[in-house]
């Protein structure tokens, strides 16, 4: 079992940059994959990446050369930062790990990003 608390979401114009931070509530070194996804208003929850235990990571095509997902195991910790921001950009965000059988979600935090 693990709680997630996500953080660093505000206002931010186009062209601007955001760090999102996840702070897991236990050791995630033996946790394999750890993710971010993104929900927007009337849209379905959609990845945007995830990186593993070994440093492999991966991203959705809107976001490629512009986001960059990292890992602190020592602290616990999952990071997304978000360049070149852009008003699709604009969703509530999620940090996600998945222990088998569950997945685990954060509470999320909003990005807004006015054009």
């Known amino acids: 079992q693990v709680q997630l608390v996500e953080s660093g979401g505000g206002l931010v114009q186009a062209g601007g940059s955001l760090r999102l931070s996840c702070a897991a509530s236990?050791?995630?070194?033996?946790?394999?994959?750890m993710g971010w996804y993104r929900q927007a208003p009337g849209k379905q929850r959609e990845l945007v990446a995830t990186?593993?235990?070994?440093?492999?990571?991966n991203y959705a095509d809107s976001v490629k050369g512009r986001f960059t997902i990292s890992r602190d195991n020592a602290k616990n910790m999952v990071y997304l930062q978000m360049n070149s921001l852009k008003p699709e950009d604009t969703a509530v965000y999620y940090c996600?790990?998945?222990?088998?059988?569950?997945?685990?979600w954060g509470q999320g935090t909003q990005v807004t990003v006015s054009s």
């Open positions: 236990r050791n995630i070194f033996s946790i394999n994959v």
């Open positions: 996600n790990v998945y222990i088998p059988p569950i997945q685990y």
């Open positions: 990186i593993t235990s070994g440093g492999f990571t």
